[in-house]
């Protein structure tokens, strides 16, 4: 077995693997289906980003918290969100995980651990920090993982709420997804030193950067961090450092607006985090190239039916507008 | 005056004047760029920072090329740290400069709120006049396509609650440029809340320089039976739903409010003594909003005008969602104030 992936479990590689393969081609039918304007809401898309949600969950329980940004379909499949309720989400309907309230950028998943993405860049940290309190003051054994961009990481909040993480020894992975850029802003317009990681230490905490693109590594380094964590040792940040393919928002690439280069994504696509893993595991005989298509074949009937779901599904009502502004005290 | 109307796009506006007759029509958001320049032409004080502001989208047009022009130096992207950021500005502001923030949304404003509120809006008060914060803080309202409830705020009443701030709101392209200028020109932090659905707007934008004055709101139309007061995109509701109203023999006073904080409360009584009855039409939710304002306003200043109880036209009580069926039932428009007035009027 090729070395890189020595002490991972065959079935955690098949995880990690199908895993990263849902996520990929749940974004990819939405790139399919955006065009005929029934998904009516913003996306932000994660295709080239998939190592990272996969290699982080594969080290999961369900009851495992996880915190998300607007950003989030990836980080909702890999803890174990089920297609059809995100995508009756993303068409607006009653049976989407947030009622069809939230869309795109408001997922939820209690069952699984996913306590709501926030589209506010940096809001979910301190809440993910607060979750890590919770379970801290109920001595669960529990981890929360929040998952956060580069742009994030410029808000003060993150730097208060590592603090206050690493000070009280919280069971929670800080996960920089560093795409290099907030929107349009290259990580170098907005940050000295782009090394994320390195502020770990200022707060007396570990940071970790891995290839975002490696789902071994990534798989590897929050291993550690979670072990870490759910032994009462406090928070790490891990760096990932990986590349969005499409632009900011929306199922089209962007070099074009002349926001980023073509070269630029052309190198990325090279490094595709699927496909390398696949090689990886094919080579070590681990999945067979059959065997990934025929996952690749069920992941399609899946979405297939999971659309037809969202599709058929019923808008909320009219009645709705006005419930759960506040929750019941019953 | 030409530069009362405004007109959805620029086909609209070019079929209203086929000549152009000495009448430069601009969209909004060309407005505001055209303001921008002007004053970073004029005021070597002034520059623009906030995120993105430098690059091809330029705020969705809005700083479009200012980098190129002003160079980085007076062009700044920021990082996303809207609390620092505005401290920054308003230091800025303190020590002699005349920034303009821009903010892609509203809804970014809730995170440099000690900023703004604390800070910005106290720094004259408390320190006895000797200090000012001459800031400008653009925001931009969303609207559609699934924004959702972190994307869409009308956040207005908050700010409009603090003494020491002025908050506008330019229902035109007029107005935009002529509220940005007085804005960047006045010695106190100015809020200028922008609604992206007026971006596309066209309407009549001299060149160079003139400004509207922060404290005036202007009658829109002219009528006799009921008073609107609309602020913002809701201007443009109002206007249509007049012009029904006319067909059907009501005859409607559209005032627009342009500045929310100070309130122009004169304007408001006055069209009130006249038509006896008060509409407000508000882009924000009801309870403590900007509509609670204008009907304070009205009941205070012509009590005795009063025909009937004045109608808050707002957002429903909940945060927007996101699903279009509800989206669609989120929006008053025309129809619901066309509806609240003809059922005021035939109420009396
Ligand atoms: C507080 C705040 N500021 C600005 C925005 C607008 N915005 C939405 S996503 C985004 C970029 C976030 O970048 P990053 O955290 O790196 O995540 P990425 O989109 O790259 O995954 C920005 C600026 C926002 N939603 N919230
Ligand atoms: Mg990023």
Not at chain 2, 181 to 198: C, F, M, Q, T, Y
Request: negative net charge; contains cysteine; glycine residues 10%.
């Amino acid at each position: 077995m090729e070395d890189l992936l020595q002490k991972i479990p065959e079935e955690t590689l098949k995880n990690i693997y199908s895993t990263m393969l849902r996520i990929r081609m749940f974004e990819e039918k939405i790139v399919e289906l955006y065009p005929e304007q029934e998904m009516r809401c913003p996306v932000h898309l994660c295709i080239g980003q998939e190592a990272v949600p996969a290699g982080v969950c594969a080290n999961l329980h369900a009851m495992d918290y996880v915190f998300s940004n607007h950003r989030g379909h990836g980080h909702c499949i890999a803890k174990g969100s089920g297609f059809k309720p995100l995508m009756a989400e993303l068409y607006g309907k009653s049976t989407g995980c947030s009622g069809g309230k939230g869309g795109s950028m408001h997922l939820i998943d209690t069952e699984n651990g996913v306590m709501g993405t926030s589209a506010i860049v940096g809001g979910g940290i301190p809440m993910g920090v607060g979750a890590a309190l919770a379970s801290s003051m109920r001595g669960e054994e529990r981890v929360t993982v929040i998952f956060f961009g580069d742009g994030a990481y410029d808000e003060g909040v993150f730097h208060e709420s590592f603090n206050f993480a690493s000070l009280k020894k919280l069971p929670v992975v800080f996960v920089c997804e560093n795409n290099f850029y907030a929107t349009n802003s290259p990580q170098s317009a907005r940050q000295p030193v782009c090394r994320i990681s390195e502020s770990a230490r200022a707060f007396n905490a570990p940071g970790v950067c891995v290839d975002g693109n490696d789902a071994a590594a990534v798989y590897r380094a929050s291993r550690e961090a979670v072990e870490r964590a759910r032994k009462g040792g406090g928070p790490t940040l891990i760096e990932a450092a990986t590349y969005r393919w499409k632009g900011h928002v929306g199922p089209e690439e962007d070099f074009e607006k002349g926001f980023r280069d073509r070269e630029e994504l052309i190198h990325w696509k090279g490094r595709c985090p699927i496909n390398a893993f696949a090689e990886r595991l094919a080579a070590s005989d681990i999945i067979s190239r059959r065997d990934m298509e025929g996952l690749a074949r069920g992941i399609e009937k899946e979405l297939d039916e999971a659309v037809a779901y969202a599709k058929k599904s019923p808008y909320p009502a009219e009645h709705d507008l006005l419930s759960d502004v506040y929750a019941d005290n019953g | 005056m030409p530069w009362t109307r405004t007109y959805r796009n620029r086909d609209e506006f070019e079929r209203a004047f086929p000549q152009n007759a000495g009448v430069r029509g601009l969209a909004y958001r060309d407005a505001i760029l055209e303001a921008t320049v002007e004053l970073m032409e004029e005021d070597s004080r002034v520059f623009v920072m906030g995120q993105g502001v430098d690059d091809a989208g330029g705020v969705f047009g809005t700083t479009k090329g200012l980098h190129e022009r002003f160079g980085k130096g007076r062009c700044i992207d920021t990082a996303l740290a809207e609390n620092g950021i505005t401290g920054i500005a308003a230091g800025a502001a303190l020590c002699g400069m005349r920034p303009i923030l821009a903010h892609m949304r509203v809804d970014f404003i809730p995170l440099s709120l000690d900023q703004i509120i604390n800070h910005a809006a106290k720094w004259s008060y408390m320190f006895g006049g000797r200090a000012s914060v001459p800031l400008t803080i653009r925001a931009i309202i969303g609207r559609g396509w699934g924004s959702a409830a972190q994307h869409s705020q009308s956040l207005q009443s908050i700010l409009a609650n603090i003494p020491g701030l002025k908050v506008v709101m330019p229902a035109t392209p007029y107005d935009a440029k002529g509220l940005l200028r007085a804005a960047v020109k006045d010695n106190n932090p100015v809020i200028i809340i922008e609604h992206r659905w007026l971006y596309d707007h066209t309407g009549h934008v001299p060149e160079g320089p003139y400004t509207v004055p922060i404290g005036k709101a202007v009658v829109r139309r002219a009528g006799k039976d009921v008073t609107i007061a609309a602020l913002s995109y809701m201007v443009y509701e109002a206007l249509l739903a007049a012009e029904e109203l006319k067909g059907r023999g009501i005859e409607c006073e559209v005032i627009d409010l342009r500045t929310i904080k100070p309130m122009d409360t004169g304007l408001i009584t006055e069209s009130v003594k006249k038509t006896g009855r008060l509409v407000s039409v508000d882009t924000g939710w009801r309870e403590c909003g900007i509509g609670a304002e204008v009907v304070a306003s009205a009941v205070e200043g012509a009590f005795g005008s009063l025909k009937a109880a004045p109608v808050r036209i707002s957002l429903p009580e909940a945060p927007t969602p996101a699903s279009p069926a509800l989206e669609a039932l989120y929006y008053p428009g025309k129809k619901e104030i066309v509806y609240a007035i003809e059922k005021m009027v035939r109420a009396v």
